[in-house]
């Protein structure tokens, strides 16, 4: 088995989640990992993903933006190293790529993995569905195969060796560009809600927006994203940028602190991949108890407060 992954970056630096996506291919047992990455990034940290578990990166002589772009680009990638599986990191673009490029490399997919194939009997996966209320096993037939993985699905491995960097220059049509990005406004100075390891969430306890200052507070001390619920931003006490949830922003945090909300489906759609799930509340019959690892019964007013103090004390 020879595996191929799609790296992304982030202002020069290899998401965590395609770190974690290239663990997976190497949890797989195959021994033959191979990184594609498609935008702007030093060789040192190129290098870098072989502690994670690639033995050598494929590194794009300049950025492809576009999912039609990047589809081909991985898919001619894919070719020139006779890969069988092709492994993708969920995020806000790789559900886009993963498919065209099925349909480019004529293979199976499935999108929400959140475990390692089974390859006793074919090849099946265990895959996340109804938002993470169930789960299903999908047999995929095709001679290649196209997984994108869900965040937390495997522990990140750091023990490996620098990977050795391969300049790669693929062949993109004007078909593939018949897209083009003009523009892209990011937000500054605080951690963004999709690529947040921890985030510190508020809602309706809160009772208003004057007193959003101690969950800011925290958000510092953690190094995290602020997010919050619904409600809270259909009463414009926060912008809807932060609200979380189904309707909202789905995210899969490494730790998920949930202060004065009451824990509505809609919500715990968009939280239950988080790895932890910390629930702050004065009701103790609240649902979100019922989903955390961890679970505080008390005033946010109190427990917030010296849940910082503890923190910066670190």
């Known amino acids: 088995m020879s ?3 799609y790296i992304e970056s982030s202002e020069g630096k290899i998401k965590k989640s395609s ?3 290239v663990s997976y291919a190497n949890a797989m047992g195959s021994g033959d990992v191979t990184a594609v990455c498609l935008s702007q990034v030093d060789d040192a940290e190129l290098a870098s993903v072989g502690k994670n578990g690639a033995n050598s990166v494929l590194a794009s002589a300049t950025s492809l933006e576009t999912a039609e772009a990047a589809a081909s680009a991985l898919a001619q990638a894919a070719k020139s190293k006779g890969v069988d599986t092709i492994v993708l990191a969920s995020s806000s673009s790789s559900g886009a790529i993963g498919a065209r490029l099925a349909i480019k490399v004529e293979g199976s997919m499935a999108a929400n993995v ?3 194939p089974d390859t006793s009997n074919g090849f099946t996966v265990r895959k996340s569905i109804f938002t993470g209320n169930a789960f299903a096993k999908v047999e995929l037939t095709k001679d290649i195969k196209v997984l994108v993985i869900k965040k937390n699905t495997v522990e990140i491995k750091e023990d490996g060796k620098d990977a050795s960097i391969e300049k790669f220059s693929p062949e993109i049509s004007a078909d593939d560009n018949r897209v083009k990005i003009i523009n892209i406004e990011k937000a ?5 809600l999709p690529e947040a390891d921890i985030i510190v969430s508020g809602g309706r306890g809160l009772k208003g927006p004057e007193n959003w200052g101690m969950i800011e507070e925290l958000a510092d001390a953690l190094g995290a994203a602020t997010g919050c619920s619904k409600p809270v931003s259909d009463m414009d006490w926060r912008p809807h940028s932060e609200h979380v949830g189904q309707t909202g922003i789905k995210v899969s945090p490494s730790l998920y602190i949930a202060i004065g909300i009451s824990g509505a489906i809609q919500h715990l759609a968009g939280v239950n991949s988080s790895k932890y799930i910390v629930v702050i509340n004065t009701d103790e019959e609240a649902p979100f108890f019922k989903a955390a690892d ?3 019964v008390g005033d946010a007013f109190e427990v917030v ?5 503890a ?4």
């Open 3 to 5: 595996v191929l992954v």
């Open 19 to 21: 770190r974690e996506a």
């Open 114 to 116: 959140v475990a390692l």
């Open 188 to 192: 500054t100075g605080k951690v963004l």
């Open 294 to 296: 961890y679970g505080i």
């Open 305 to 309: 407060p010296k849940l910082t103090e």
């Open 311 to 314: 923190v910066k004390s670190l």
